[in-house]
């Protein structure tokens, strides 16, 4: 109720200081409840990355194909506009069970340094009240934020090389 209570007196906030951000974003990110449990607000939410073509994203076809089998996909990509913009979208199913995140997380490990390995036991702990919880959308988005950045550091030194 704190949490609720803090967000409603800071409502006037979001517009000022976090909406003008996301037209300079590269990334953004957005959790939803999924259409058949519209009441759900932990870790089962949907993930939506909007990924936005003003810097170059990494090459993700291999993690695509893998979370995209199945009738029920953990993954998809879809082309859409963002404010006018073509960009893509990429849809991380909350009901993504944790050997499906495991093998996409070790698709993208795959891809990155070897002197760049992230915990991935830590990676999506958030905090409902005073309980621990982890949700394996927002570890998986997570991680590949990680991902993006760490391939965009790794192209700003081969540019000043």
Do not use: W
Not at 135 to 140: F, G, H, M, Y
Request: glycine residues 6%; negative net charge; proline residues 7%.
């Amino acid at each position: 109720e704190q949490v609720l209570d803090s967000l409603e007196k800071r409502k006037d906030l979001s517009p000022k200081y976090i909406h003008p951000q996301k037209r300079l974003a590269d990334m953004i990110v957005r959790f939803y409840p999924p259409e058949t449990n519209m009441q759900e607000t932990g870790g089962q939410l949907n993930a939506q990355v909007v990924l936005k073509p003003t810097v170059p994203h990494p090459d993700l076809t291999d993690v695509l194909q893998r979370g995209s089998n199945g009738s029920n996909p953990a993954l998809r990509l879809n082309l859409a506009r963002y404010e006018g913009t073509p960009a893509d979208f990429m849809e991380i199913a909350g009901n993504l069970v944790e050997t499906k995140a495991h093998d996409l997380i070790s698709v993208i490990q795959h891809h990155m340094p070897a002197d760049c390995r992230l915990n991935e036991a830590m990676l999506g702990q958030y905090l409902s009240g005073l309980e621990a919880r982890r949700s394996l959308p927002l570890a998986l988005t997570q991680y590949l934020i990680a991902y993006h950045m760490v391939t965009a550091g790794l192209t700003i030194e081969e540019m000043q090389s």
